[in-house]
């Protein structure tokens, strides 16, 4: 699914009022109606209070609570009077409300004007106050009724964004001293993009997209900027596979991995990338780690380094196809030299570039150039700040993200929820799937082998990482039927890859 810009957003609602054709107060009323059903069909409560804004948003809080007219909830609705403009279409609204249940509503100029007392704390308080119209940061009367509502034990449903948040910002935007803190948002057509970084997680809570039949077609002519990775795009680019193929049609891999006290990321990365459907692996690790590698992973062919700890040397390059480097590696000069000569014998093949890798790519910056293009890096936030420098806040590290990944020619894919796949023409792609459970030691590792599997089988660079990243955090979710957060550890998503795979038929 796409993700469109504030701007974008605007259009399209004027290209769905022109080309439906649809006057506007009917696409509120649709988007109002909505809500109504997600709210009747989902919650529980016998009150609603809801918090309406002079704008648009404003107006489908007050289409909302005319809605609720014919249930028995006590319902009250508060105009946040910080505008004497009110949007023609609030208007409307604020006069059909009027005229339907006038006792419900009361007009706010001063915070003492709402008794907060009279709100039960079972009660449920919908945030309409701003939406997509805001601007700027929140101040006066619209702050101080924002903060307050903060402060209650309600649950709190926010219309389309929650009030205070921007659906997207600069890097010089400090954010607002004033935004709700919703449980629940309720957002038109796409996700904005501001609901995607782990800045604004306090503000969004569960947030659901609501169809509101805005037209497709400005949406497909948009170009893919920023997209949300669901399941449908995702079995766009599978590829099943052909009955009468063999193993030589999935490619050979090889994994440099593991060093004395680290060979868990090499096993790891391995079985990962074996259970993503690689025909052959051979895994490249330090002498000492033969043994353990041959036993733990039968079905990989090893490698084996001179040196008895550490990688300094590597393997002809023409039988495989794709290489990962660097789970469990270390950064020692003889490593970084061995590193450094791969490069510059890497002709055809797809690269992969994870943890210790990195931080070698981190401390010899020169390196950075001799990547291949299209090379895919798998930072985790604290190696993507090492790479790339730090930043001052989440939109400003999508912003240096593309400004590395176009620098380079490489695919980073920076990991954590919603991990975002960014392409060196910028695009970038925001996983869905994937839980909390999944901070836990070794899952990048598995998440190197799967994107390894994946390139070794002919995936194109691109697709193989948003592809892995789905299959990595589907498998999480899945393992979590079994497992809590606490005890999911990285080898449950390796056995729970295979559902992965089975969940996109
Ligand atoms: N345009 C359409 O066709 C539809 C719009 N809808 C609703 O309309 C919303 C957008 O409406 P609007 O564009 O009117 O915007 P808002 O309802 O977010 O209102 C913003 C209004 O407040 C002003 N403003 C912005 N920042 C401010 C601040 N910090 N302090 C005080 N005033 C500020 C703006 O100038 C604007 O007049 C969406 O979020 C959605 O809820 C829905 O009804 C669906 C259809
Ligand atoms: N809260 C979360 N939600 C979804 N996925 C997560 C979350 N936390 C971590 N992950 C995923 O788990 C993996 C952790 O990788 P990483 O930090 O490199 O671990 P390690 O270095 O221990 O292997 C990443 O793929 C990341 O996206
Ligand atoms: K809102």
Same mark, same amino acid.
């Given at each position: 699914?796409?993700?469109?810009?504030?701007?974008?957003?605007?259009?399209?609602?004027?290209?769905?009022?022109?080309?439906?054709?649809?006057?506007?107060?009917?696409?509120?009323?649709?988007?109002?109606?909505?809500?109504?059903?997600?709210?009747?069909?989902?919650?529980?409560?016998?009150?609603?209070?809801?918090?309406?804004?002079?704008?648009?948003?404003?107006?489908?809080?007050?289409?909302?609570?005319?809605?609720?007219?014919?249930?028995?909830?006590?319902?009250?609705?508060?105009?946040?009077?910080?505008?004497?403009?009110?949007?023609?279409?609030?208007?409307?609204?604020?006069?059909?409300?009027?005229?339907?249940?006038?006792?419900?509503?009361?007009?706010?100029?001063?915070?003492?004007?709402?008794?907060?007392?009279?709100?039960?704390?079972?009660?449920?308080?919908?945030?309409?106050?701003?939406?997509?119209?805001?601007?700027?940061?929140?101040?006066?009367?619209?702050?101080?009724?924002?903060?307050?509502?903060?402060?209650?034990?309600?649950?709190?449903?926010?219309?389309?964004?929650?009030?205070?948040?921007?659906?997207?910002?600069?890097?010089?935007?400090?954010?607002?001293?004033?935004?709700?803190?919703?449980?629940?948002?309720?957002?038109?057509?796409?996700?904005?993009?501001?609901?995607?970084?782990?800045?604004?997680?306090?503000?969004?809570?569960?947030?659901?997209?609501?169809?509101?039949?805005?037209?497709?077609?400005?949406?497909? +002519?948009?170009?893919?900027?920023? =997209?949300?990775?669901?399941?449908?795009? /995702?079995? $766009?680019?599978? #590829? @099943?596979? *052909?009955?009468?193929?063999?193993?030589?049609?999935?490619?050979?891999?090889?994994?440099?991995?593991?060093?004395?006290?680290?060979?868990?990321?090499?096993?790891?990365?391995?079985?990962?990338?074996?259970?993503?459907?690689?025909?052959?692996?051979?895994?490249?690790?330090?002498?000492?780690?033969?043994?353990?590698?041959?036993?733990?992973?039968?079905?990989?062919?090893?490698?084996?380094?001179?040196?008895?700890?550490?990688?300094?040397?590597?393997?002809?390059?023409?039988?495989?196809?794709?290489?990962?480097?660097?789970?469990?590696?270390?950064?020692?000069?003889?490593?970084?030299?061995?590193?450094?000569?791969?490069?510059?014998?890497? +002709?055809?093949?797809?690269?992969? =570039?994870?943890?210790?890798?990195?931080? /070698?790519? $981190?401390?010899? #910056? @020169?390196? *950075?150039?001799?990547?291949?293009?299209?090379?895919?890096?798998?930072?985790?936030?604290?190696?993507?700040?090492?790479?790339?420098?730090?930043?001052?806040?989440?939109?400003?590290?999508?912003?240096?993200?593309?400004?590395?990944?176009?620098?380079?020619?490489?695919?980073?894919?920076?990991?954590?929820?919603?991990?975002?796949?960014?392409?060196?023409?910028?695009?970038?792609?925001?996983?869905?799937?994937?839980?909390?459970?999944?901070?836990?030691?070794?899952?990048?590792?598995?998440?190197?082998?799967?994107?390894?599997?994946?390139?070794?089988?002919?995936?194109?660079?691109?697709?193989?990482?948003?592809?892995?990243?789905?299959?990595?955090?589907?498998?999480?979710?899945?393992?979590?039927?079994?497992?809590?957060?606490?005890?999911?550890?990285?080898?449950?998503?390796?056995?729970?890859?295979?559902?992965?795979?089975?969940?996109?038929?």
């Amino acid at each position: 699914m796409k993700i469109l810009t504030p701007k974008q957003t605007r259009e399209l609602d004027q290209f769905t009022i022109d080309h439906e054709p649809i006057a506007s107060i009917d696409l509120m009323e649709r988007a109002a109606q909505k809500c109504m059903d997600w709210i009747i069909s989902n919650i529980d409560a016998s009150s609603y209070y809801i918090f309406c804004g002079t704008g648009n948003n404003g107006g489908d809080g007050l289409a909302i609570t005319r809605m609720l007219d014919p249930f028995p909830y006590n319902k009250k609705a508060f105009l946040i009077h910080f505008s004497d403009k009110l949007s023609k279409d609030a208007k409307l609204n604020y006069k059909h409300l009027k005229k339907t249940d006038a006792a419900c509503l009361s007009q706010i100029d001063f915070l003492e004007d709402i008794d907060f007392n009279q709100i039960e704390p079972d009660a449920i308080i919908i945030d309409a106050i701003f939406g997509s119209g805001l601007n700027r940061p929140v101040e006066g009367l619209a702050k101080l009724v924002i903060e307050k509502i903060n402060e209650l034990p309600n649950k709190v449903i926010s219309i389309d964004i929650p009030s205070g948040l921007m659906a997207e910002y600069d890097e010089s935007y400090a954010g607002s001293p004033a935004i709700i803190k919703a449980d629940i948002t309720l957002t038109f057509q796409t996700p904005k993009l501001s609901f995607l970084l782990p800045e604004n997680s306090q503000f969004v809570g569960h947030w659901h997209v609501l169809d509101i039949g805005l037209l497709a077609e400005y949406i497909e +002519e948009q170009k893919e900027t920023h =997209v949300l990775v669901e399941k449908d795009y /995702i079995t $766009s680019i599978y #590829k @099943h596979r *052909l009955q009468h193929s063999h193993k030589g049609n999935y490619g050979h891999a090889l994994l440099i991995a593991g060093c004395y006290g680290k060979m868990g990321a090499a096993i790891l990365a391995s079985k990962g990338c074996l259970k993503a459907g690689v025909g052959l692996l051979t895994v490249h690790v330090p002498h000492w780690g033969y043994n353990i590698i041959q036993s733990s992973v039968p079905e990989a062919m090893a490698s084996i380094d001179r040196s008895e700890m550490i990688f300094t040397e590597f393997p002809e390059l023409n039988g495989f196809n794709a290489i990962a480097i660097g789970p469990g590696l270390n950064k020692k000069k003889n490593s970084v030299v061995a590193f450094e000569n791969m490069l510059s014998k890497i +002709e055809h093949h797809s690269l992969v =570039v994870d943890a210790d890798g990195l931080n /070698i790519l $981190s401390e010899n #910056k @020169h390196l *950075l150039n001799k990547l291949p293009q299209q090379t895919i890096l798998t930072p985790h936030p604290k190696e993507f700040e090492r790479l790339a420098g730090s930043w001052k806040n989440d939109m400003h590290r999508l912003k240096i993200l593309k400004d590395f990944c176009q620098q380079y020619q490489v695919i980073t894919v920076l990991k954590g929820a919603y991990t975002v796949t960014c392409m060196p023409d910028g695009r970038c792609y925001f996983n869905t799937t994937g839980n909390p459970g999944m901070a836990t030691a070794g899952s990048g590792d598995v998440l190197t082998g799967i994107i390894l599997a994946l390139l070794a089988q002919n995936y194109p660079p691109d697709k193989a990482a948003t592809l892995a990243v789905y299959l990595h955090g589907k498998a999480g979710d899945k393992a979590l039927l079994q497992e809590s957060k606490e005890s999911l550890i990285a080898s449950d998503i390796i056995r729970n890859l295979g559902n992965a795979f089975k969940s996109l038929n």
